[in-house]
C-alpha cells in the first residue's frame, strides 16, 4: 500500500490550544516531517485553518485524532499526496 505524504486540512478550531501548540503536537506524530498551519478566519470562539502536514509515512487517523483531542473538527480533506514522490502542482499563466 501506498504511504501518504501530504495532507492538506481544513479544521475548524477553539483559539486553544494555539496554532503552534497544534502545530508541535501535530510534528511530533510518526512519519510526519513537517506542519504548516494557517488562519483563514477567526471570529469570537473559534479559528479556521488551513492544515498541511508533510512526511514519509502519514497516518491519517492519528492525524484526525490529534485533531479531534484538542477540540477541533475537520470539515474537510482538501488534498492528499500518496506513493512514491510528491506531485508539485504546475500552474499556467493565462494571458
Known amino acids: 500500500m501506498a504511504n501518504i505524504r501530504?495532507?492538506?486540512?481544513?479544521?475548524?478550531?477553539?483559539?486553544?490550544?494555539?496554532?503552534v501548540d497544534l502545530a508541535v503536537q501535530l510534528a511530533d506524530l510518526e512519519?510526519?516531517?513537517?506542519?504548516?498551519?494557517?488562519l483563514k478566519e477567526m471570529d469570537q470562539k473559534v479559528e479556521n485553518v488551513k492544515i498541511t502536514c508533510e512526511g514519509?509515512?502519514?497516518?491519517?487517523?492519528?492525524v484526525e485524532r490529534v485533531?479531534?483531542?484538542n477540540g477541533a473538527s475537520i470539515h474537510?480533506?482538501?488534498?492528499?499526496s500518496a506513493g512514491?514522490?510528491?506531485i508539485e502542482e504546475?500552474?499556467?499563466q493565462q494571458d
Open 31 to 38: 512519519g510526519i516531517e513537517g506542519v504548516d498551519i494557517s
Open 84 to 86: 512514491a514522490s510528491i
Open 67 to 69: 485533531i479531534m483531542e
Open 6 to 19: 501530504r495532507l492538506v486540512l481544513d479544521v475548524l478550531k477553539p483559539h486553544t490550544p494555539t496554532l
Open 76 to 80: 474537510s480533506l482538501d488534498k492528499v
Open 56 to 62: 514519509e509515512n502519514i497516518n491519517f487517523e492519528q
Open 90 to 92: 504546475v500552474t499556467t
